[in-house]
Each structure stands twice: as C-alpha cells, then as structure tokens.
C-alpha cells in the first residue's frame, strides 16, 4: 500500500509530497515539529505533545496553520490513511513561504504544515530493549533554546552519527560541567548505586520529554526513589544503570556508556519495569 502525507491542506502520495523551495523551513530551519508514538491503532499522549507544539510555536512568533480540533483530525485521518496500527506519527509546521529573507515575513503569508506516519516493529523495539544498547558522550554543540522542539536538528546529526560510527545508538551530550544534558534525541536518566533514579531538570538545557512526563507520573505512582538534579559523566558511568526515553523509543535501556559497561552488562530492573509499565501511564487518542 502507498503512503499517505498531508501537506497544506491536501492528502497526497508520500512519493508526491513536497514544499516549496523558499518554505522558510528549508530555508532557515525555521519551524518546530512533534513525532507521537501510534501504538495499537492508537495515538499516545496527544494532548501533551499538542500542547508542546503549541508552546515551541509561540516560542518561535509562528501561528497556528489550523485550529487544534483540526489537527487531531488530520492526524488521525493520516495514521488512519497509512494503515498504521504500531508507529509515529509526525508533524512539522514552519513560518510558511516566502522571499528568502531573514526577518519575518508579513502577516499574509501562513505557515505551512506537513504530516506525515509510518508502521515500525513493537517486536524489535522490545528486542533491543532485552539487550540494551550502548551510548557515547559528546560535548554540546547545540544553540541554548534545545527546550524549543525546532527542526533545526544538524547538531544531533552530527552527534548521531558520531554514534553511529562507533557502533553505538545514541550520543549523551555533555555541557561544560562535564554534566550529561540529553542524548541527541531522548532524554537521559541513571540508576545511582543506591537505588535512586536521576534525571536533569528540564528547566533548561534540555527539551521537556513527553515519554519523560509519563515515566515522572510512572516514578511517583510506583513509588521510586527519584532525584531531579544534573549528573556527571563520571556519575553515569558508575551508575548500576540508565536508559534513555522518547517516543520512538519508549524507554530503552543503557548498557554501555563510552567504553564503560554498566552493572552486569543487562538492562536493569528499573528500565525495564517502566518500559513495561510504561502504556499504562499514557493518554489514548483513538483513530
């Protein structure tokens, strides 16, 4: 079956889709987007990530390109449209289109919305989670406003990449404090040897995870030892044990960090019990 994306207003074939060449998006990277987990025929925590994407718009002076009533349809009619029972589903908006130029451009013109969806395999997701997967730090090289979810993301890349290319999944970065921040694109958490789980406050320096939030509300409902401060590398590296979280993700344990393995070289028991608990904690957004 071909793939479906909505772009401006159309339903289109996915190898059809595309923007214009002056969307400020592409040229600028002057947009934000959402990815949410579809998980059973089902969009997961929609409400928080729309509120999300309503925050990082208004952070960037960006309005709406439809009323929010509005994209919930579309998003379900896009999940709906490409048959998606386990997936993401994913949205970006940027300021519209318009002569390439670096101030704003005026209120006529409107900013232009791109969904998009995508089946992946749950029985993978939770075959990496059986054995973990390894991280390399990387010093940050991001802008400070990372709290903003922008598409200007060629930062991560590079950091991803660098993974990648050491046969790692994911890069932690690290601040001129030597404290992790955040991977290039989950969040980060550590398992202390005392028992206590740790994650940076998401004031700043770090985007407010939505599959953060739910493990939050999963930490106080199970009652788990749960400290919100900054961590060291040095600290992570001790840890009995970490994992990271995201929508693409869930939460998915950390094995190794570097060079160094962690605990017994297994996920750990906190990781894994939040990924199990983890949909029990969710909002349902039925397609």
Same mark, same amino acid.
């Given at each position: 079956?071909?793939?479906?994306?909505?772009?401006? +207003?159309?339903?289109? &074939?996915?190898?059809?889709?595309? =923007?214009?060449?002056?969307?400020?998006?592409?040229?600028?990277?002057?947009?934000?987007?959402?990815?949410?987990?579809?998980?059973?025929?089902?969009?997961?925590?929609? #409400?928080?990530?729309?509120?999300?994407?309503?925050?990082?718009?208004? @952070?960037? $002076?960006?309005?709406?390109?439809?009323?929010?009533?509005?994209?919930?349809?579309?998003?379900? @009619?896009?999940?709906?449209?490409?048959?998606?029972?386990?997936?993401?589903?994913?949205?970006?908006?940027?300021?519209?289109?318009?002569?390439?130029?670096?101030?704003?451009? +005026?209120?006529?013109?409107?900013?232009?919305?791109?969904?998009?969806?995508? /089946?992946?395999?749950?029985?993978?997701?939770?075959?990496? /989670?059986?054995? +973990?997967?390894? =991280?390399?730090?990387? #010093?940050?090289?991001?802008? &400070?406003?990372?709290?903003?979810?922008? !598409?200007?993301?060629?930062?991560?890349?590079?950091?991803?990449?660098? /993974?990648?290319?050491?046969?790692?999944?994911? *890069?932690?970065?690290?601040?001129?404090?030597?404290?992790?921040?955040? +991977?290039?694109?989950?969040?980060?958490?550590?398992?202390?040897?005392?028992?206590? %789980?740790?994650?940076?406050?998401?004031? $700043?320096?770090?985007?407010?995870?939505?599959?953060?939030?739910?493990? %939050?509300? %999963? =930490?106080?409902?199970?009652?788990?030892?749960?400290?919100?401060?900054?961590?060291? !590398?040095?600290?992570?590296?001790? /840890?009995? @044990?970490?994992? =990271?979280? *995201?929508?693409?993700?869930?939460?998915? &344990?950390?094995?190794?960090?570097?060079?160094?393995?962690?605990?017994?070289?297994?996920?750990? $028991?906190?990781?894994?019990?939040?990924?199990?608990?983890?949909?029990?904690?969710?909002?349902?957004?039925?397609?």
């Amino acid at each position: 079956m071909s793939r479906i994306a909505y772009v401006n +207003g159309q339903y289109v &074939p996915h190898k059809d889709a595309a =923007v214009h060449v002056e969307d400020r998006g592409y040229q600028f990277a002057d947009g934000v987007y959402e990815v949410c987990e579809v998980w059973r025929n089902t969009i997961v925590d929609m #409400p928080r990530h729309i509120d999300r994407l309503d925050r990082s718009l208004r @952070e960037l $002076s960006i309005g709406w390109p439809m009323a929010r009533a509005a994209l919930e349809f579309v998003l379900r @009619e896009v999940v709906r449209r490409n048959r998606v029972h386990d997936g993401i589903v994913y949205i970006q908006v940027t300021r519209g289109v318009s002569r390439r130029d670096h101030f704003f451009p +005026g209120e006529d013109v409107v900013p232009s919305i791109v969904v998009t969806a995508r /089946a992946t395999s749950p029985r993978a997701g939770d075959s990496a /989670a059986e054995k +973990g997967i390894s =991280v390399i730090t990387y #010093p940050e090289n991001r802008w &400070p406003r990372v709290d903003i979810k922008t !598409v200007a993301l060629l930062p991560n890349v590079l950091a991803k990449q660098a /993974a990648k290319e050491q046969g790692s999944k994911e *890069a932690w970065y690290f601040d001129s404090k030597n404290n992790v921040t955040e +991977g290039g694109s989950t969040n980060a958490w550590i398992v202390t040897k005392d028992g206590t %789980l740790v994650t940076r406050p998401a004031e $700043s320096g770090i985007l407010r995870g939505i599959t953060r939030a739910v493990v %939050l509300d %999963l =930490v106080e409902r199970e009652g788990i030892s749960f400290e919100e401060r900054p961590f060291s !590398v040095e600290e992570a590296k001790e /840890a009995r @044990e970490a994992f =990271v979280t *995201a929508a693409s993700t869930l939460v998915m &344990p950390v094995v190794k960090i570097d060079d160094t393995i962690l605990g017994n070289g297994h996920p750990g $028991s906190v990781a894994t019990r939040l990924r199990e608990l983890f949909h029990t904690a969710t909002d349902f957004l039925a397609v």
